[in-house]
């Protein structure tokens, strides 16, 4: 039977992302991996779900296990209004950011549309932005042809370049999104996981009047709890609200409680200090292994937090024809040219440092350089 017929018109925008279909054909565990963008499982609070979860119940008796509020439920609004510093009108819990990023485009982009990002981008933002039919142009193309519609940046620890925006960096998406007059959207899922340096301000900050910024419980608590939320003027929440209604009525209850209890409680901040002192710890191994076993001519980027860092390669070298033998040596990666709109860059790739335990790491390091070292010598 010829299925074709039976689809929309967006289905074939719909990209499919490398990243998950290697997940799909790797036992995670048997290999190496660098790929993804998992958080280390020694990070997950596992011994304080139990009491967690008896405390909600508890607390809030049948509350948990039904319906709640399309905006998400008061305790967790309020928890994150009054960490972030603003009204809770302006929160609006999500699925996780990834739905924040898909009801953001369902809401503003139409077909033919432009959404001005950095170059490398976040496959599951283009992902969405494509299955909207947008087209995705460098923020500082002057000439769209397509009305843009909004900025979309990852101002702190960038997946996948691992870079962080400057002051002055933000301060241009800032006058070139008010010169446009379009709004900005703010994925900020790794801002509180910093390592090194100083915080800079958010963009929100800086123009909060046409910033929506994207949060995540994933990288701070864990990702199976499918947690996010929005912070934006109260005009552009109320689209969302209302789009959010069709996509799941409402963020899962029972873990909005869990959350706002770990969250309020200060349990979280603690969690958080371990996970930071975890993952430093991890940055700088995978930065003195690179140091110590990368050949000449390979350099790579110093991230102040976040989970990825970015190396290019001699130009000449292809990641992604070398991932085969990377993979059937036992370590895996992400080509860097599948974060870019137009493939290019097939030099480059990223890494996660956060995954992969300390133990593998220098084997990993080892085997990926000698897997470079070969196409070094083949191109
Ligand atoms: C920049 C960015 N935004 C959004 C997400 C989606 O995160 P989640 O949907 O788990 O909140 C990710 C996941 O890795 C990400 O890197």
Redesign the pocket.
């Known amino acids: 039977m010829d299925y074709s017929k039976f689809f929309s018109a967006d289905v074939p925008s719909f990209l499919r992302s490398p990243v998950r279909e290697i997940f799909r054909k790797v036992d995670l565990s048997a290999i190496c991996s660098f790929a993804g963008?998992y958080p280390a499982a020694v990070t997950f609070p596992t011994d304080q779900i139990p009491s967690l979860t008896a405390k909600v119940l508890e607390k809030y008796g049948t509350k948990p296990l039904q319906y709640g509020a399309t905006q998400g439920v008061p305790e967790l609004r309020e928890v994150i209004a009054r960490r972030y510093g603003v009204p809770v009108s302006q929160v609006q819990i999500t699925t996780?950011?990834?739905?924040g990023?898909d009801v953001c485009s369902r809401v503003f982009l139409d077909p033919g549309d432009a959404v001005l990002a950095d170059n490398p981008v976040?496959l599951?933002?283009l992902q969405s932005f494509k299955a909207y039919r947008a087209e995705v142009l460098p923020i500082r193309h002057s000439e769209t042809g397509s009305p843009a519609k909004f900025i979309y940046v990852?101002p702190d620890f960038n997946?996948p370049s691992g870079k962080t925006m400057t002051l002055k960096e933000r301060e241009e998406v800032v006058r070139i999104a008010r010169e446009l007059d379009i709004l900005i959207v703010e994925?900020s899922?790794y801002r509180e996981l910093r390592y090194s340096g100083e915080p800079v301000k958010t963009i929100r900050e800086l123009a909060p009047e046409r910033t929506l910024q994207l949060g995540?419980f994933?990288k701070i608590f864990a990702?199976g709890f499918r947690l996010?939320w929005i912070i934006g003027p109260e005009e552009l929440l109320e689209q969302i609200y209302v789009c959010k209604q069709c996509l799941d009525l409402c963020p899962p209850v029972l873990d909005q409680y869990m959350a706002a209890e770990f969250m309020g409680s200060g349990a979280l901040d603690a969690n958080l200090e371990k996970t930071i002192a975890e993952y430093r710890r991890r940055r700088d191994l995978m930065v003195s292994l690179l140091e110590k076993y990368m050949p000449a001519g390979v350099s790579w980027t110093y991230p102040e937090g976040g989970l990825f860092l970015w190396l290019t390669l001699p130009e000449g070298v292809d990641t992604v024809a070398m991932y085969d033998e990377a993979l059937s040596c036992g370590v895996a990666y992400v080509a860097g040219s599948f974060f870019y709109t137009d493939g290019s860059h097939r030099n480059t790739m990223r890494l996660n440092f956060s995954f992969v335990d300390e133990a593998k790491m220098e084997p990993g390091i080892q085997l990926l350089s000698s897997v470079i070292r070969k196409s070094l010598e083949i191109r």
């Open positions: 963008g996780s950011s990834q739905q990023i976040y599951g933002a990852i997946n994925d899922p995540s994933s990702p996010g």
